[in-house]
């Protein structure tokens, strides 16, 4: 995990966690940007080569399940599961690329400095 101060960011690289550590983790991740005031979250992602479910080159499957991750991310945004963090996906401003996703959160009227950051394991492989 990495926290920008500049940019108001934090941003999560997710090459090499299991699919499991990421449903887990970034739950908390958002949850915690969010207290502490950031604007925006960053999944890093990969597999840009791989077309995810609902975009243009989709064909099905994976590759030796390359594009899971990805495909775990969108899916909890597009189900709405980070909605109390995350602006709404009509004001447009959260931006999914097929390497990463950026999150722009809501506003937090009370930020939090002494909110807890979740400490995210090492990666599984």
């Not at 991740?29 to 925006?40: D, I, K, M």
């Not at 980070?82 to 009227?109: F, I």
């Amino acid at each position: 995990m990495d926290i920008d101060n500049d940019s108001m960011t934090v941003r999560m690289d997710w090459h090499q966690y299991a699919p499991d550590q990421v449903e887990t983790w970034s739950d908390l991740l958002v949850e915690a940007a969010f207290a502490h005031g950031y604007r925006y979250v960053e999944f890093v992602h990969g597999a840009a080569d791989v077309a995810a479910r609902g975009t243009p080159g989709y064909a099905g499957g994976r590759v030796e399940g390359r594009g899971a991750i990805k495909e775990i991310l969108r899916s909890r945004y597009h189900r709405g599961a980070w909605r109390r963090w995350v602006t709404d996906r009509r004001e447009g401003l959260n931006r999914l690329s097929e390497g990463s996703m950026t999150l722009a959160l809501r506003d937090n009227p009370n930020p939090n400095s002494d909110a807890r950051w979740p400490v995210v394991p090492p990666p599984a492989y």
